[in-house]
């Protein structure tokens, strides 16, 4: 008796069938799913004779094993300071500097709502895109979230206090309003 094992697997889209067994097994089982080759041509464009990977057949393969895939790498974000961007205090208008200041916001969801707060409600600058939010991270010397577009769709979706239709065009909601207005400062409750 061989105690020789060979595995096989046949991948069809996300599914796979495995085989183990010895290699007379092996040939005998491939014989009977060929007959199935239609169908998962169908399913997945694979066919036994072109999707069968022996493994343990090649030396230095571990039976089993199976190669990973290198995971998809993305370009990283970049954004520019808008030099034209006046974020200064002038009149009755707070600077960025200190209304960030003043609302201490604790985590970068608030720091979008406060930011897209001030530039629509205080700086009536009525086209808001991702480079006015990163000019005001620059602005009050805060880390910007290093995927700013997921972290502004965020925002929107678990809270609700901005909106982002477009990333051309990210307004204040009420909710956002309310929030930036009678929420921050946080304070502490007090102890009893």
Request: proline fraction near 5%.
């Amino acid at each position: 008796m061989e105690d020789n094992k060979t595995r096989i697997r046949i991948s069809v889209g996300n599914s796979y069938i495995e085989i183990e067994g010895t290699e007379d097994y092996i040939e005998k089982k491939l014989k009977e799913t060929e007959s199935f080759a239609p169908l998962m041509e169908k399913l997945g464009g694979a066919t036994t004779s072109s999707s069968a990977v022996i493994e343990g057949a090649k030396p230095g393969v571990e039976p089993g094993t199976v190669k990973k895939k290198k995971p998809v790498s993305r370009a990283p974000e970049s954004y520019n300071v808008l030099p034209d961007l006046d974020l200064a205090g002038k009149d009755d208008i707070p600077s960025l500097e200190d209304f960030y200041k003043d609302k201490k916001p604790s985590n970068a969801m608030e720091s979008n709502a406060v930011f897209i707060y001030y530039l629509k409600k205080l700086r009536n600058i009525s086209k808001i895109g991702i480079n006015h939010v990163y000019s005001c991270y620059k602005n009050v010397r805060a880390k910007a979230p290093k995927a700013l577009y997921q972290s502004l769709a965020d925002t929107r979706k678990t809270k609700g206090w901005i909106i982002t239709t477009s990333m051309d065009d990210i307004g204040i909601g009420i909710g956002g309003e309310n929030f930036v207005e009678h929420d921050l400062p946080k304070t502490k409750k007090s102890e009893k």
